[in-house]
């Protein structure tokens, strides 16, 4: 049988080859892949563990949090305060930023998450899962403030998500490829199931919520008639589409066999520039497109060069393989 290689590992001898993964940055990545065991433990109880529902509170964006919500925000948090690797943590769950608190030694490092994607989904026993993304302190002997936070996607030092479907799946991208690991629940440790993941250019299959049609602009309009024209189209081949509702899930089903997700600004909420979260869920999901060989855009430029200017900012979102994001892209540029 094959040597099963642990994540514990796989971080130590990338670090060995390349440098990637120096012991602060490996620390914090075993920590948040703990953190995704628990939740996942709990996510798997369901109703016998009492986690499912909503928590009778709204968090900054004005949504309802489910039970686990708030469970997946606090589980991060204690695992990640103590261990000397952070400065500090923002999540699409908590109004500000939460500093590491002082009597924890700090560490260079700040992590972003979305600790429960697909909330819609908890209750109904369909796949969620957990988005992160890492960026570096800005050098300094001042204490980590709001703006800090505000850098563009190209500088995440690492990114991932994990996926409790079927199979609890870790994702995980440093800048040198994407590798995927499984929860292996009697061991309890996360093995490596895939290395240099690689996104086909071409796909024949898309995600995006058709309800919203009518709201959607000219551009994603004209690509989505043009994929549902089918072979008889100017596109001339048959597609296929999904919406699971779980940003984490459609993508971790780009990754595995391609295709393009779109979450596109739409006429519901004129103002906001899309539904997704820049910082956790685009730049990290973006990153680990790309990483695939995949690409990421908001219809006009490169989500991972956007420069953001708040925590919680929104932001349109087509991504996956590169060929049709590319198309649904430059038909953003020539309407
Ligand atoms: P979250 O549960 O973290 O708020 O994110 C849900 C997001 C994303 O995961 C998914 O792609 C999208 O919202 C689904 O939105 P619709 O229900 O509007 O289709
Ligand atoms: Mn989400
Ligand atoms: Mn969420």
């Known amino acids: 049988m094959a040597q099963r290689i642990s994540l514990t590992r796989y971080l130590v001898e990338q670090q060995r080859v390349d440098g990637l993964i120096p012991s ?12 995704c065991k628990s939740i996942s433990q709990a996510v798997n109880k369901g109703s016998l563990g009492g986690v499912l529902g909503s928590a009778d509170s709204e968090n900054v964006q004005g949504e309802v949090q489910k039970k686990l919500d708030i469970i997946a925000n606090e589980v991060l948090i204690e695992a990640n305060e103590w261990g000397g690797h952070l400065a500090a943590m923002a999540s699409e769950e908590m109004d500000g930023i939460y500093l590491v608190p002082n009597r924890y030694p700090q560490g260079e490092y700040l992590l972003l998450f979305d600790p429960l994607d697909g909330s ?3 209750d109904v026993n369909v796949s969620i899962g957990t988005i992160f993304s890492v960026l570096k302190k800005p050098e300094g002997d001042r204490g980590v403030e709001e703006g800090d936070f505000l850098q563009a996607g190209h500088q995440q030092v690492a990114a991932g998500y994990c996926v409790y479907g079927p199979q609890t799946t870790l994702v995980l991208t440093v800048g040198d490829g994407v590798a995927m690991f499984t929860l292996d629940r009697e061991q309890g440790s996360f093995v490596l199931t895939q290395e240099n993941v690689r996104i086909p250019e071409d796909t024949k299959e898309f995600a995006i919520n058709m309800s919203n049609m009518r709201h959607w602009d000219a551009p994603v309009k004209r690509y989505i008639d ?5 072979r008889e189209g100017p596109r001339g081949k048959d597609f296929n589409m999904r919406w699971i509702a779980s940003m984490v899930a459609d993508v971790h089903r780009i990754l595995t066999r391609g295709g393009v997700f779109m979450y596109p600004w739409d006429k519901r909420e004129p103002n906001k520039p899309g539904k997704l979260r820049l910082l956790y869920e685009a730049n990290p999901m973006g990153w680990l497109i790309e990483q695939a060989g995949g690409a990421a855009t908001n219809g006009k430029q490169r989500i991972l060069d956007i420069q953001p200017s708040q925590l919680h900012e929104r932001v349109s979102v087509i991504l ?16």
């Not at 602060?24 to 953190?35: F, S, Y």
């Not at 043009?226 to 089918?230: A, D, R, V």
């Not at 049709?324 to 953003?332: D, L, P």
Request: hydrophobic share 35%; proline share 0%.
């Open 120 to 122: 819609s989904n908890i």
């Open 24 to 35: 602060q940055l490996r620390l914090l990545l075993e920590v948040v892949a703990r953190a």
């Open 320 to 335: 996956g393989s590169k060929n049709e994001v590319e198309r649904v892209t430059s038909y953003h540029s020539s309407l």
């Open 226 to 230: 043009e994929c549902l024209q089918g």
